[in-house]
C-alpha cells in the first residue's frame, strides 16, 4: 500500500471518528419565520379578533403572545376560576368583557376565532361547539381525550368547513422545519430508528402546582369543570394539578409524549397513528394519590421505523430526538438540530481472526478495489442549526394560526394531524394499564390488546 493511499484512508477513518464525536463542524443560523418579521402592519381590515377560553398555565401564555402578534385583538376571555378572568385583564391591559360562560363567546358576532386552552377532558366539547357555531379554533395539544373525541373533532371541523389548529407547536418550529426538509432529501439514509427522551426532577415537573390561595367552590364553577368527568366534591388538588389524574388528563403521553410525537410525526411525514405500541412504567416517586405513572417508556411500531420514548419525572435529563439513518444521524436539542454524517461503510478490510499472509494479501486487493478516486473524497463534517436566541416556536405557530384565519390557508396542524398524534397517546396508556401490546384498529377506529 503506498503512503499516500494510507493518509488517504487515515483521513477518512479520522474524520469519521470525529463526526461520531458529534463535533459541530459549521454552524448555521435559522431564519425565523415571518411571525418575526416585525414590525409588519397589518391592514385595519385584517385584524383578527380573537377570544380567549383557558386562561391558566399555558393560556395566559397564548393569550400574551396572541396579543403581541400584528393585527390580533383579544376581544373577551372566558374562565370557570375567577381569579383567571381578572389575569385576562390584566394581561390584555384593557377592559375587556370576561365570563364564566364559553358559549357567550361563541354567540358574540365580534369574535372571528377562539384560543382554547383548557384542561384536556373539555378539549373535543369546546372544539365541537365552536366549529358549529362558525368559529376557527385554536386547541392546546393533546387533541383529545379519548379515541372517540378525536373523530368526533375532525367531523365537527370538516362539516363546518372551519380551522382547527393544535397547539403542538414543533409542528411550526424552524428547527424541526429544517430537519423536515434534510430528511426529505434522504440526508441521513434510511431511518429505522427514532429514539426521543427527556427527564424532570422537581416537583413543578411533576404537576405538583401550588394550589391558589383563594380557591374555592365561591370562586370556581366546579360543576362545569368537571365536565364529562365522574362527579365528586370540590377538590383544589384536581383543579390545579389535572395531569395527575385520568379522568382529565393522559398522564405522561398526554402531556409530554405529545410534543416528542408532534415532533417525529411532523418531520418523518407520518400520516397515520403508529400499529403497535409496548409501554413499561411505574409510578415511584410522587405518591401523592395520582393514577398515572411517574416513568414511562414505549416502543412503537411505525411501517417505516420504530421508535421509542422515554419521560421520567424522576432524573433531570436531556431533551432530545434522534432520527437513525444508514446515512447519519439527525439530532434536535432544544432549539438546536445537529445533523452527523455516516459514510456507513468499511474504512479498512473486515477480517477479525485472518492470519498474516491471508489478511494481508486480501487488504492489498481490498485497497486496490476501495482507493476514493481523485476528488472524490468527502469529509464526513457534522452541522449545527440553530435558532436565534430568543425564538419562541409558540409565538410562531400561533402566527400560524391567525394567518390561516385571516387568508383560509389550510391549517399547518390540523384535527387529523392533532388526532394522529393523540392516538399514540392513548395507544402508549392502553399499554400501560392493561399491560398488553397495543395495537390500533384503523377500520373499527379502536385500540385493542
Ligand atoms: N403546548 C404546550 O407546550 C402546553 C404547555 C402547557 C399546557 N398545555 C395544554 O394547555 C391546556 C391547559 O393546560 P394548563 O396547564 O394551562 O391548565 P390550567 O389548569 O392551568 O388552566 C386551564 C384553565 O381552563 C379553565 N377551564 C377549564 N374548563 C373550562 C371551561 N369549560 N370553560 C372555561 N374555562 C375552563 C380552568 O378554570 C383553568 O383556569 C392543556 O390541554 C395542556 O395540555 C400545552
Keep these: 500500500m503506498s503512503e499516500q493511499q494510507m493518509s488517504r484512508r487515515k483521513f477518512m477513518k479520522t474524520t469519521a471518528c470525529v463526526a461520531g464525536a458529534t463535533l459541530a463542524g459549521r454552524s448555521i443560523l435559522l431564519d425565523p419565520g415571518r411571525s418575526y418579521a416585525a414590525p409588519r402592519s397589518v391592514a385595519a381590515g385584517d385584524?383578527?379578533?380573537?377570544?380567549?377560553?383557558?386562561?391558566?398555565?399555558?393560556?395566559?401564555?397564548?393569550?400574551?403572545?396572541?396579543?403581541?402578534?400584528?393585527?390580533?385583538?383579544?376581544?373577551?376571555?372566558?374562565?370557570?376560576?375567577?381569579?383567571?378572568?381578572e389575569l385576562a385583564k390584566e394581561i390584555v391591559d384593557k377592559e375587556i368583557p370576561t365570563t364564566r360562560h364559553y358559549k357567550e363567546l361563541l354567540d358574540n358576532k365580534e369574535i372571528d376565532c377562539i384560543v382554547a386552552a383548557v384542561p384536556d377532558h373539555w378539549h373535543k366539547q369546546i372544539v365541537v361547539d365552536c366549529c358549529n357555531a362558525g368559529k376557527d379554533v385554536y386547541c392546546e395539544k393533546p387533541m383529545s381525550h379519548t379515541v372517540a373525541d378525536g373523530f368526533e373533532m375532525i367531523a365537527a371541523e370538516q362539516k363546518n368547513n372551519r380551522i382547527v389548529q393544535i397547539g403542538s407547536q414543533r409542528r411550526s418550529s424552524i428547527v424541526y422545519g429544517k430537519a423536515k426538509e434534510l430528511y426529505e432529501r434522504g440526508v441521513i439514509g434510511q431511518v429505522c430508528l427514532v429514539e426521543a427522551l427527556m427527564g424532570r426532577n422537581d416537583p413543578c415537573g411533576a404537576w405538583e402546582y401550588t394550589v391558589p390561595t383563594d380557591l374555592s367552590p365561591e370562586t370556581l364553577d366546579w360543576d362545569t369543570w368537571l365536565g364529562t368527568a365522574p362527579r365528586k366534591p370540590f377538590n383544589a388538588l384536581h383543579f390545579t394539578r389535572w395531569r395527575c389524574w385520568q379522568d382529565y388528563g393522559e398522564g405522561i403521553p398526554g402531556d409530554l409524549f405529545v410534543h416528542l410525537l408532534t415532533g417525529i410525526h411532523h418531520v418523518a411525514g407520518i400520516t397515520a397513528p403508529p400499529k403497535r405500541a409496548f409501554s413499561m412504567g411505574g409510578l415511584f416517586r410522587w405518591q401523592d394519590g395520582r393514577d398515572v405513572p411517574d416513568t414511562l417508556t414505549t416502543v412503537y411500531e411505525y411501517p417505516q421505523f420504530r421508535a421509542t420514548l422515554r419521560v421520567t419525572l424522576n432524573t433531570e435529563t436531556e431533551e432530545a430526538t434522534r432520527f437513525m439513518g444508514t446515512l447519519g444521524m439527525l439530532e434536535i436539542r432544544n432549539d438546536e438540530l445537529t445533523v452527523v454524517?455516516?459514510?456507513?461503510?468499511?474504512?479498512?478490510?473486515?477480517?477479525?481472526?485472518?492470519?498474516?499472509?491471508?489478511?494481508?494479501?486480501?487488504?492489498?486487493?481490498?485497497?486496490?478495489?476501495?482507493?476514493?478516486?481523485?476528488?472524490?473524497?468527502?469529509?464526513?463534517?457534522?452541522?449545527?442549526?440553530?435558532?436565534?436566541?430568543?425564538?419562541?416556536?409558540?409565538?410562531?405557530?400561533?402566527?400560524?394560526?391567525?394567518?390561516?384565519?385571516?387568508?383560509?390557508r389550510p391549517s399547518v396542524e390540523d384535527a387529523t394531524f392533532g388526532n394522529n398524534a393523540a392516538l399514540a397517546c392513548h395507544l402508549a396508556n392502553y399499554s400501560y394499564f392493561n399491560n398488553t401490546v397495543a395495537s390500533w384498529d384503523a377500520g373499527k377506529r379502536k385500540i385493542s390488546g
Design 47 to 85: 385584524t383578527v379578533r380573537m377570544g380567549m377560553i383557558g386562561v391558566g398555565m399555558q393560556g395566559s401564555g397564548l393569550l400574551r403572545t396572541s396579543i403581541g402578534l400584528p393585527g390580533v385583538e383579544c376581544v373577551a376571555a372566558c374562565d370557570l376560576y375567577d381569579g383567571r378572568r
Design 341 to 408: 454524517p455516516q459514510s456507513g461503510v468499511d474504512y479498512e478490510p473486515c477480517t477479525p481472526g485472518w492470519p498474516r499472509k491471508m489478511r494481508t494479501d486480501f487488504a492489498e486487493q481490498w485497497e486496490k478495489e476501495h482507493e476514493p478516486k481523485p476528488a472524490t473524497l468527502s469529509t464526513l463534517e457534522s452541522t449545527r442549526f440553530y435558532a436565534p436566541p430568543g425564538y419562541d416556536e409558540d409565538r410562531e405557530h400561533l402566527w400560524n394560526f391567525f394567518e390561516s384565519v385571516r387568508t383560509r
